[in-house]
């Protein structure tokens, strides 16, 4: 899961996700305020497009340098509005207190005995600004594992649930039917969605 991992995925192929925006994102965001959005993992940049044309100033990571450049030549339209940076957010925390809206849309976040990184990309919410957290359902992918991954080393929208103390409020921590097609190959048809807002 480091870099080279990434950019051999994005290399294997010319374009590997759909290029539309994630259904969680477009449901849950379509009527907040625009304001400092940050695209956690942000990959080939539809999010982070769609974003940016609906006012939010993006900033946009991901580990791949392949995926950014992808996503930059694709994105001449919201020029400005967008910031690509190649980041490991697992062990470089965002800015604190920065961000609007923290949107990270199937983003692969390890298990940490501390939750330092985990806390670190919580911190970067603002007070008032919305966490947005999407994952395919465990039970989707159970008993295998994806890609040579175990889905259960990763942080569930319901993991950081229990995580957010008193500076929060849960609003939506749910399953739901996927909007969007299942992916080619998967048993991806329901979203586990955590979307928390930072009261101060």
Known sequence: MDTQHWDEMYR????VFSGAPNGVLVTEVTDLPPGQAL????????DARWLARRGWQV?????????LQRAAAAATDVAGRVTWTRADLTTTPPLAGAFDLVS???FPFPHQPDHAALRGLLDAVAAGGTLLFASHDLADLS???EHG?????YYRPDDIARLLDHDWAVLINETRPRTAPTPAGTD???DTVLRAQRLR
């Open 59 to 67: 900033t946009a990571v991901d580990i791949s340098e392949t995926a």
């Open 149 to 153: 991954l175990d889905p259960s080393d």
């Open 39 to 46: 695209d956690v993992g942000c990959g080939e940049g539809a």
């Open 12 to 15: 294997s192929r010319n374009q």
């Open 143 to 145: 008993p295998r594992k």
């Open 104 to 106: 990270a849309q199937y």
């Open 188 to 190: 991806h048809t329901h």
